[in-house]
């Protein structure tokens, strides 16, 4: 079955650029939608096909999707920015959605 | 604006079985792909389940299949997750996320979620 790997845990002080990445076999050949869970609440879709921001999602946040890794950029990380983030995709051979393995971002 | 609600979660003992429901409101529920997606406790996120906007196509998780079937009325613009043969590591919060059309598509709003416990 389709596998994507993310860092466990990515922290930074305020202000910094985060890179979270989302690795997968040929993973540009695939779509990849991100999310953003904060404790105790549902998650929230924060980039659709690959690069796209919802409405209301800030600027800040970013997709990219190339060869066999998948990033979401959050620029001018800020306190408020502080969940779990989450790369899914479809696998078309497998007709099975997949999500990765999460990572946790902290704002020192 | 978007809502789901789901309900129907509560505790139940392994080899049981349960029904969660997902009432939505806000848009064309016909229009649209639904699915499940779980959460274990302290755990990551888990696809269960989708269904096509027209019921025609059903997709479940390796986990799950064969003892979990989804379904949904248009007319009554609810999504359900019929579970059988419970297991103690299907206990989860249970979302109710709403696709695309085409089958690939972000889940773009999501429930509050179901809290299902499997415990004799």
């Known amino acids: 079955s389709y596998v994507l790997t993310q860092p466990r845990s990515v922290s930074l002080a305020p202000g910094q650029t985060a890179r979270i990445t989302c690795g997968g076999n040929?993973?540009?050949?695939?779509?990849v939608h991100w999310y953003q869970q904060k404790p105790g609440q549902a998650p929230v879709l924060v980039i659709y096909?690959?690069?796209d921001r919802p409405s209301g999602i800030p600027e800040r946040f970013s997709g990219s999707n190339s060869a066999n890794t998948a990033t979401l950029t959050i620029r001018g990380v800020e306190a408020g920015d502080e969940a779990d983030y989450y790369c899914h995709v479809w696998d078309s051979t497998s007709e099975h959605y997949v999500f990765g393995t999460g990572t946790a971002v902290t704002v020192l | 604006q978007v809502q789901l609600v789901e309900s129907g979660g509560g505790v139940v003992q392994p080899g049981r079985s349960l029904t969660l429901s997902c009432a939505a409101s806000g848009f064309t529920f016909s229009t649209y792909g639904m699915g499940w997606v779980r959460q274990s406790p302290g755990k990551g996120l888990e696809w269960v389940a989708f269904?096509?906007?027209?019921?025609?196509?059903?997709y479940y998780a390796d986990s799950v299949k064969g003892r979990f079937t989804i379904s949904r009325d248009n007319s009554k613009n609810t999504l359900s997750l019929q579970m059988n043969s419970l297991r103690p590591e299907d206990m989860a919060f249970y979302y109710c996320a709403k696709g695309g059309a085409p089958v690939g598509a972000a889940f773009d709003s999501w429930g509050q979620g179901a809290l299902v416990t499997v415990s004799s």
């Open positions: 096909d690959d690069n």
């Open positions: 269904i096509s906007y027209d019921r025609h196509n059903r």
């Open positions: 040929d993973i540009e050949s695939k779509t």
